[in-house]
């Protein structure tokens, strides 16, 4: 059986209601495998659901012949429920997923049974004693009459007491069965390509004002340059491909200053200190370095094909053979020279590619850019008058590199590394005298006894104003960090003699190290992308406690702080019940926190609940013991963005993230559609 054998109700007639069929059936075989029946275990593995227990209350709920089979065609029927079902028909699927025996009420064993699975299904980590209080608590908030059972009038009544979960749920609900998310939104966005392509580019300019025009201002210095070189060439009678060459060579010099300027991160750290990033986009200069770097290796390429083409029209078989031509060349200074440049650069670009960093071989990276020490002398003797370009970013860059050397000898000392959960590493240091950094500025480190070349880049989540300490925490992924957690994990007697030295380079600039000109600067931390404002906040702490907490210039400082695991939030924890509980922060600080890896939001709908229902008994959070109620679910932006536009009308904005990339390009639309400034840190 395939789709166009079922008959698909023709409620939304239309190519929408086919192009979702075709993508349910797809979802199907991709759970059901050749025999076209989807078994309890193939729906817990296509589901990616932790719990047996509950697999099998969602298997019942879709097999509804009681086949013990899921069919293409009860498939279809119950994943068209959750993309095109009324919000009522969706939450009947949630109360029957409740409702074990069938009566149609939830009685609380029923309850407290779902509940339990449901806390087991997202690994969150609670008592029993608490699972049973959590229990009575919300079945007495959900059963209104007092009967002692739910009926589905009651059920609904509570979901709806909780607007943000119940949009979640109906906006959502294609993704309980993991169907693809464009299903889900694929209605909202009909007929609005237009709007959306124009609103996406106005979004652009309004975000990206300085980097596009520092990309406008440097494309437009290249074409300028490349044209004078080919006028230059064709007023001395070259042919056209020499022109072209010429023109490349003459771009390839801008590009080679530029590349050196992209990398003086002192000197960008210094900039940033008297507000330099509100003009040029200091926070992109890695991004700069690629596009500059993909722009000097493509100009080579025509620089390379041109001359190629050049030399091929000379040889003539009678006068200049092939050899004679290619062996004058090479013999030449300006021959070998640039047949070098043409291999080191080629290295230096195919290894500096993403797909071979996140690959596990970053130190290959790593090595093949260290051929850029070759790369500029050589282009110094390939090129005339390159010196008189790169003399004065060259002597800066050269400044740069002594100072790092020198301060990078100097060894610090490792007072105490600890395992956190989360595969964290919480490294705490004796801090070097030199070390002056602002919050959430960043540090190069190395550490002998995990590898001997390697430095690695990690922010500092300490205060400033702790003189004695400098603190890192430093999440496992691959092998550098996984060997510092396998260091922290082991007994002081297995540890190689010398772990405690550490070297140190730095600080450098990061875009949250610019929050204190905002006067409503919101910080969104994403998992291990917290470590910015962890320094932040603990100087605004340490600070208020002192008896300096932030002056009136700071109308109130929002913190919203992600994570996919509950235990995530142990990292900062103590640190935002301080900043909770201090009376000078009332109402200058605001903290938001949310759990966000549970998996399948059909599982997740009577904890939610119960986790408010819980906070507005306790006063507190049930999974962090804050004042803040953990969400569990994702933020919708549009709510929380609205309320702090309304909050402080007319007040600049401006929103500070770190973390994925994804989440990065969803903020960066919703900053520029609410006119708040947007900036993001590059992990
Ligand atoms: C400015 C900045 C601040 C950071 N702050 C933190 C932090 O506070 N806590 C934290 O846990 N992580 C932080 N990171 C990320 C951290 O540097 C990497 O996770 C770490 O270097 C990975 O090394 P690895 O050998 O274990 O992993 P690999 O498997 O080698 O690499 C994993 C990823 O990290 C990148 N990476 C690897 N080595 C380096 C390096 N030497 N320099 C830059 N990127 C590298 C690779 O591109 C790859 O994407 C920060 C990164 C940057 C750029």
């Not at 087991?120 to 908030?141: C, M, T, W, Y």
């Not at 909780?162 to 993991?178: E, G, V, Y």
């Not at 906070?615 to 549009?638: F, I, K, M, V």
Request: charged fraction near 25%.
């Amino acid at each position: 059986m395939n789709v166009d054998d079922v008959e698909y109700p023709k409620k939304r007639p239309g190519q929408g209601a086919m192009t979702h069929l075709h993508d349910i059936e797809a979802r199907f075989k991709e759970i059901a495998g050749d025999d076209d029946r989807i078994d309890v275990g193939e729906l817990q593995r296509g589901l990616d659901l932790h719990d047996a227990d509950y697999a099998a209350r969602v298997f019942r709920l879709i097999d509804e012949d009681k086949s013990g089979e899921i069919s293409l065609w009860e498939f279809i029927r119950f994943a068209r429920v959750l993309v095109e079902g009324t919000p009522e028909e969706k939450l009947r699927i949630i109360f029957n997923l409740h409702d074990l025996n069938g009566d149609g009420t939830v009685d609380f064993e029923e309850l407290t049974h779902i509940l339990d699975r449901s806390l087991n299904e997202h690994s969150i980590d609670v008592p029993p004693e608490k699972v049973a209080q959590l229990g009575r608590v919300l079945f007495a908030s959900i059963d209104t009459d007092g009967s002692g059972s739910i009926d589905f009038e009651e059920f609904q009544a509570s979901i709806d007491a909780h607007p943000s979960l119940k949009a979640q749920m109906i906006d959502r609900s294609s993704t309980w069965l993991r169907l693809p998310e464009r299903i889900a939104s694929d209605r909202r966005r009909r007929g609005r390509s237009f709007r959306a392509l124009f609103g996406g580019l106005r979004r652009a300019w309004e975000n990206e004002r300085p980097w596009l025009i520092l990309l406008t201002v440097t494309g437009a210095a290249l074409i300028w340059l490349f044209e004078r070189g080919m006028v230059r060439e064709a007023a001395i009678g070259s042919d056209l491909p020499t022109q072209i060459a010429q023109g490349a060579a003459e771009a390839v010099k801008l590009c080679g200053v530029l590349m050196i300027v992209s990398m003086l991160r002192h000197s960008f750290t210094l900039l940033r200190r008297f507000g330099i990033a509100r003009i040029l986009p200091v926070d992109r200069m890695i991004d700069y370095h690629r596009v500059v770097g993909h722009t000097l290796a493509f100009l080579a390429l025509v620089h390379v094909v041109g001359y190629i083409v050049t030399y091929e029209s000379l040889i003539d078989p009678d006068f200049f053979t092939r050899d004679v031509v290619y062996g004058e060349l090479f013999r030449s200074q300006v021959g070998w020279s640039g047949v070098t440049l043409a291999t080191i650069l080629l290295l230096i670009w195919a290894f500096a590619r993403e797909s071979v960093r996140r690959s596990g071989m970053f130190e290959a990276f790593y090595l093949t850019h260290r051929l850029f020490w070759a790369f500029l002398p050589l282009l110094i003797v390939h090129v005339p008058g390159f010196a008189a370009w790169i003399a004065v970013p060259g002597a800066i860059f050269l400044m740069e590199q002594g100072h790092r050397l020198i301060r990078g000898r100097k060894p610090s000392e490792i007072d105490d590394i600890t395992p956190m959960p989360s595969n964290v590493t919480r490294l705490r240091m004796k801090r070097p005298d030199w070390l002056d950094f602002k919050p959430g500025e960043y540090v190069q480190l190395r550490i002998p006894a995990v590898s001997k070349r390697e430095w690695h880049p990690f922010t500092v989540t300490s205060s400033p104003d702790e003189k004695d300490c400098l603190e890192l925490h430093v999440r496992s992924v691959g092998n550098w960090t996984r060997k510092l957690n396998e260091l922290a994990m082991r007994d002081e007697a297995a540890r190689a003699e010398n772990w405690r030295r550490v070297y140190l380079e730095g600080p450098y600039g990061s875009p949250s190290s610019d929050i204190n000109d905002c006067p409503v600067p919101v910080l969104i931390g994403a998992g291990i992308g917290v470590t910015p404002f962890a320094s932040i906040l603990k100087t605004v702490l340490e600070r208020s406690k002192s008896g300096n907490p932030p002056g009136e210039d700071l109308q109130r400082l929002y913190f919203i702080w992600l994570n996919r695991d509950q235990k995530a939030f142990e990292w900062f924890g103590a640190l935002m019940a301080a900043l909770e509980d201090l009376p000078e922060l009332k109402g200058r600080i605001d903290i938001r926190v949310w759990l966000t890896g549970l998996k399948a939001e059909l599982t997740s709908a009577s904890l939610t609940v119960a986790m408010e229902v819980y906070h507005e008994a306790a006063g507190r959070d049930l999974l962090t013991g804050l004042r803040t109620r953990t969400e569990l679910s994702r933020p919708n932006w549009n709510t929380i963005f609205s309320e702090i536009k309304a909050r402080h009308e007319g007040a600049p904005i401006d929103v500070f993230y770190c973390g994925p990339e994804g989440l990065s390009t969803v903020l960066s639309q919703e900053c520029a559609r609410f006119g708040f400034g947007y900036r993001k840190e590059n992990f």
